[in-house]
Structure formats: structure tokens, C-alpha cells
């Protein structure tokens, strides 16, 4: 399955991709909703780095994820692998691309469902809207940064 997300942010892809980059991005782009423990820190800029999440799936079933990254080309791509986690599968690209009215922030998740044929049947259900909503908040958190909380040149 594929999930794409696309937002256009008024800032350059340099200063998009530099929000990536912040020690605390990835804790700022965790919903508030989400039940999620950062329990270590991944740094995008190193290839091999993992990140690991303790979360829970439904809000009930504890699962323990296992990130690492696989791609770093500033400004344009970082992308993470899931090692372990409650996916089957799961390709994570963040894709920064210039536009006329600053940058694109695109999120690429190739991503197999769990648990065979009743993932699949769950996914248009569960799966699926859980995912946009956590890629509006994150898409929304990325903007804010972007465009309202930097000092101007």
C-alpha cells in the first residue's frame, strides 16, 4: 500500500529540510493524541541510526518500533526503514522539493499491513485514516515552524 501526503510550506526546501534535522523534530511531530515514547533518538544525517518508539496500537496493544534510517540527501531526502514494529513492512521517504511559493513537503509510506488479509481489511478502517491524521498534525507542526517561528533574514 502507498500513502502520500503533500503540503506546500511557504520556506525555502533548506529551511524545510532543517526542521527535519532539529534533535527535538521528531518529538514535536508526535501528536499529542498518540500514546508514544521516544525511548532513543535517531539522527537523520547518519546512515544506520535508529530511532525506537514505544507506542500502542489501538490504544491498547503495547508495540515497540524499531526505525532506522537508509537515505540522507540534503535538502531533498531522508528516508526510514521500519527494523521491527507492528507493520509487516514499512518505507518512510520524506521528499522536499522547491516550488514557486517556497517548498513541497511530500511523505511517501510504502507500507504492508499487519496481520495478512485482516490488515488489508482493516486498513481503509483503521489504518489509513490513523495514518493522515498523524501526517496532517505533522504537516501542520512542519509549516508552523517553517513559516511562522523562524526569525526573519
Known amino acids: ?3 502520500v501526503k503533500e503540503t506546500v510550506i511557504h520556506a525555502t526546501p ?3 529540510f532543517a526542521f527535519h534535522e532539529l534533535p527535538d523534530a521528531f518529538a514535536r511531530l508526535v501528536p499529542p493524541w498518540e500514546d508514544a515514547k521516544i525511548v532513543q533518538k535517531a539522527d537523520i544525517s547518519v546512515i544506520g541510526s535508529q530511532a525506537i518508539i514505544e507506542t500502542k496500537i489501538l490504544g491498547l496493544i503495547p508495540a515497540r ?5 537508509t537515505v540522507y540527501e540534503p535538502p531533498h531526502l531522508f528516508e526510514d526503514v521500519q527494523i521491527s514494529g507492528p507493520f509487516k513492512s514499512w518505507r ?11 517548498a513541497i513537503l511530500r511523505d511517501e509510506i510504502e507500507y504492508e499491513p499487519p496481520m495478512s488479509f485482516i490488515g488489508d481489511l482493516a486498513a481503509p478502517i483503521f489504518i489509513i485514516p490513523t495514518i493522515q491524521k498523524m501526517f496532517d498534525y505533522r504537516h501542520e507542526v512542519t509549516r508552523k515552524w517553517c513559516e511562522e517561528d523562524q526569525p526573519e533574514a
Request: glycine content about 10%; cysteine-free.
Open 1 to 3: 500500500m502507498l500513502f
Open 92 to 102: 518512510h521517504r520524506h521528499i522536499i522539493k522547491g516550488h514557486p511559493d517556497g
Open 14 to 16: 533548506e529551511q524545510v
Open 65 to 69: 518500533w524499531v526505525a532506522e534510517h
